[in-house]
C-alpha cells in the first residue's frame, strides 16, 4: 500500500538495488548497473577502504591515502573507476603536486585505457572542463590525449559519445570550430532517441560561435 517498490538486477541475475523507483537514487544506480559500474557488495567491501584515504586524505597522508584508494579499486576496477579521478585531485589540490597528478593521469591513460575507454572520457571532461581545476592546472594536451585514445578504444569509432567527448576537449580549449565539426558527427552518430542530448550541446556550441564573431 502507498509507495512503490522498484528491483533493480545486474546482468548476473543479482538484485542491486530494492526501492522506490522515483526516488533520487534509482536513476543512477540504474545506469550504473547496466554499465556493470555499481555492485553492493563490493560496495560494502571497498566502504572502509575509501572512508579510510578520505582520513588519510585529510591529514595529508598522501602516500596512506593513494594505498587506501588502490586497495579500493582492487575490488573491481570498472566498479570503482571513479578513484582514480579522485587520486588525481587529490594529487593536483590537496597535495598540489600538479607534476605527480598528470604523471599518475596519463599512467592510467595507458594502463586502463584499451579495457576501460570511458573512464579515458571522464578524465578528458575533468581536465578540459572539470569545476575542481584552476585554468592554470588544466593540460589540454592531456585531456585531449585521452580523449582521443579513448576514442581509439571504443567498441564503435562512430559511437557518439566518445566523439562527443573530443568536441567538449576542443571547445574547453577554445578551438569552437573544431568542437562544432565534432559535436556534428557525434550528433550524426547518434540513436534517434538519443539525438536531443548532442543537439542541445551542438546548439550551446554554436550560439558561443556567435557570441565570439559578434565581439570580433
Do not use: C
Not at 573512464?119 to 594536451?141: F, H, N, P, V
Request: net charge negative; hydrophobic share 40%.
Amino acid at each position: 500500500k502507498g509507495i512503490p517498490s522498484a528491483f533493480i538486477v545486474d546482468r548476473e541475475g543479482i538484485i542491486q538495488y530494492i526501492g522506490n523507483p522515483l526516488g533520487e537514487l534509482f536513476e543512477d544506480i540504474l545506469v550504473k548497473v547496466m554499465s556493470g559500474r555499481y555492485n553492493l557488495v563490493k560496495q560494502i567491501e571497498a566502504e572502509p577502504s575509501i572512508d579510510a584515504a578520505k582520513s588519510y586524505r585529510a591529514g595529508n597522508s598522501w602516500s596512506e591515502a593513494k594505498k587506501a584508494y588502490d586497495n579500493a579499486i582492487a575490488i573491481d576496477k570498472v566498479v570503482f573507476a571513479h578513484l582514480y579521478i579522485e587520486q588525481f585531485r587529490m594529487l593536483l589540490n590537496d597535495k598540489n603536486d600538479p607534476t605527480a597528478a598528470y604523471a599518475y593521469i596519463s599512467n592510467v591513460v595507458t594502463e586502463r585505457g584499451s579495457e576501460d575507454p570511458e573512464l579515458l572520457t571522464w578524465i578528458a571532461k575533468e581536465i578540459a572542463g572539470g569545476e575542481s581545476l584552476s585554468d592554470q592546472d588544466r593540460r589540454m594536451d592531456v585531456a585531449m590525449n585521452a580523449a582521443k585514445t579513448a576514442l581509439t578504444f571504443a567498441r564503435r569509432s562512430t559511437d557518439p559519445l566518445y566523439i562527443a567527448t573530443i568536441a567538449y576537449v576542443h571547445f574547453h580549449n577554445g578551438n569552437i570550430d573544431e568542437a562544432i565539426k565534432w559535436q556534428r558527427k557525434a550528433y550524426f552518430s547518434a540513436r534517434e532517441k538519443d539525438k536531443a542530448t548532442y543537439k542541445y550541446d551542438l546548439d550551446s556550441y554554436r550560439t558561443q560561435r556567435q557570441h565570439v564573431e559578434a565581439f570580433e
